[in-house]
């Protein structure tokens, strides 16, 4: 579902990238944080302040996800399976594939010594387990693409009050999570409304409506502020507090991340106008965004022997250098997999 030129959805093509060069950037910051204690506070400052401020990226693929697919009808469960299932089923297979063969390589050249047995072992307990830490993403996601079709036909059947209260109260199993929260409220069972659902949902309710009050501009500023900041200085205090990195207020399941991904969300629809010179960018990176999710981490290993991480200079100019490179190199990457016979199946 891309704009293709299509003025209405340019806005959704725009923010998928900028999700997807935030998981970049999200990736390549990352190792900052768990040195906290043996790096100079300045490092870790920016290696926080970059992180904290990409933490809407995998909120915001979800909301995409909910805006269009949930909007859509199909003829039959199985139709929706062809169409999204396998969409993201093969590519996830293929390069989950390539991640082990990575993996068995290391360990052939590091001088170990396994059958053939133990290696098909090794293989199938990594693809139960995730060939990679980001590809968790995938689980869930497929998980969640399973579940759209039943909570399509309730969404698309209800009015905005009932999708609404759907939304509050799964705010409110996030919010009875918190510290101190979690020991006052009542021991009552929301497990229902919680989870990774909600970001789809919320994608659909902000995609399907719109907000016109004089104010809106105003507190798309303030969400964004507030959750962002709210992270950068609650996972301060909380490290400061433990000694050691605290990665709490990272969590996509926190209120500071959903308020600064409805703020992106809702800054991008509103403001972000179809623009003929960068269009074909865009939409170039956007096409490609999935299969340079999948393979991003390859490229960054590949960029680390080449000595290019947030290290290889000030990490305030290294982590976009970084991050920038990897992006154009990854999509041209996918770019290049997809021209090939039957390379349209597995590129993502």
Excluded at 93 to 121: A, C, N
Excluded at 249 to 276: C, D, E, P, Q
Aim: net charge positive; glycine share 6%; proline share 3%.
């Amino acid at each position: 579902m891309r704009a293709n030129g299509n003025e209405k959805l340019y806005w959704i093509d725009s923010l998928r990238v900028l999700a997807i060069f935030s998981v970049i950037v999200l990736h390549v910051s990352a190792p900052i944080l768990g040195k906290y204690g043996s790096i100079s506070n300045f490092d870790w400052w920016i290696g926080n302040i970059y992180d904290s401020s990409v933490r809407f990226c995998i909120p915001i693929f979800l909301m995409i996800s909910g805006a269009l697919i949930l909007s859509k009808t199909y003829e039959s469960i199985g139709e929706y399976l062809k169409k999204r299932v396998m969409r993201i089923l093969l590519p996830f297979l293929f390069w989950s594939m390539i991640y082990i063969l990575k993996d068995i390589f290391h360990q052939v050249s590091g001088g170990e010594h396994k059958t053939i047995i133990e290696f098909l072992k090794f293989a199938f307990s990594r693809l139960r387990d995730g060939a990679s830490y980001h590809l968790w993403y995938i689980y869930m996601i497929i998980g969640l693409y399973l579940f759209f079709p039943i909570i399509g036909k309730w969404i698309n059947k209800s009015n905005k009050y009932e999708i609404k209260y759907f939304i509050i109260i799964w705010l409110l199993s996030i919010l009875v999570q918190a510290p101190f929260i979690n020991k006052i409220f009542p021991n009552i069972n929301l497990i229902y409304f919680s989870g990774y659902i909600g970001f789809p949902i919320l994608g659909f309710y902000l995609y399907k409506n719109t907000f016109t009050n004089s104010d809106r501009n105003f507190l798309i500023f303030f969400l964004i502020m507030t959750g962002i900041l709210i992270t950068i200085f609650g996972t301060f205090i909380t490290t400061k507090h433990e000694g050691v990195f605290d990665a709490t207020f990272y969590s996509y399941l926190t209120l500071n991340v959903i308020l600064a991904s409805t703020g992106i969300f809702l800054l991008f629809k509103n403001f972000i106008k179809f623009r003929t010179k960068t269009t074909s960018i865009i939409l170039f990176f956007s096409k490609y965004s999935y299969g340079t999710y999948l393979i991003h981490i390859l490229i960054l290993s590949a960029l680390s022997t080449f000595g290019f991480s947030y290290s290889f200079i000030n990490p305030i100019i290294g982590i976009p250098i970084t991050s920038i490179l990897c992006l154009i190199i990854s999509s041209l990457i996918i770019w290049g997999v997809n021209k090939l016979p039957f390379g349209k199946y597995i590129s993502g």
